[in-house]
């Protein structure tokens, strides 16, 4: 089977905490077990409750409470999960909104996002699952350094400066580029 899943445990402000990556025939509910085996309790003695989307319903959440100790709670879709959903002859559809953010679930969302603008991420380039873990690890480091100098989550472009006046410049280049250190502006 090709292809990967990326399993994250995050905090409450979407920074990551523990990856899990497992090929993608393993279902939500095994690498959510394989990322909470991994987990290093001592470093999070506090972790005694979480939020999971729709697929982890069922058995799962007393498995994870009896091993783990953590209590989970299943984010629930505002259309109460019926969009795509067979109806009976004669039924008339639910009215669900076009769109709404759910509590909780975007946060874990806006952290796959984030993760997601890294170029190696884009892409499932690595062989190993290991080395797509530190991959993920290392674009996590990334936006916290950012964050940390003032940059925010999203990446900091640089302005381009005008050209001096009087010297001419390429189409191609940016402003300064080819001059030496002295002529720059």
Not at 5 to 22: F, I, M, N, Q
Not at 54 to 67: I, P
Request: proline letters at 8%.
């Amino acid at each position: 089977m090709n292809g990967r899943k990326r399993h994250l445990l995050v905090d409450t402000l979407g920074l990551v905490c523990k990856v899990h990556v497992t090929p993608a025939d393993i279902s939500d509910r095994d690498g959510a077990t394989g990322l909470l085996r991994r987990v290093d309790w001592r470093r999070f003695p506090r972790l005694r409750y979480g939020w999971v989307d729709q697929g982890y319903r069922g058995e799962f959440l007393a498995q994870v409470k009896q091993a783990f100790g953590v209590r989970l709670q299943v984010v629930q879709r505002r259309d109460g999960g019926r969009r795509g959903r067979w109806l009976p002859p004669g039924a008339e559809p639910p009215q669900v909104p076009a769109f709404q953010v759910v509590p909780r679930r975007w946060v874990v969302e806006r952290s796959f996002a984030w993760l997601g603008r890294s170029r190696r991420l884009a892409r499932d380039y690595e062989f190993c699952p290991a080395t797509s873990e530190a991959v993920v690890y290392l674009a996590a480091s990334q936006l916290l350094v950012r964050r940390l100098a003032g940059g925010g989550p999203a990446r900091q472009h640089r302005s381009v400066r005008p050209p001096a006046a009087g010297r001419a410049r390429s189409s191609g280049s940016r402003a300064g580029a080819a001059a030496p250190p002295a002529a720059r502006g």
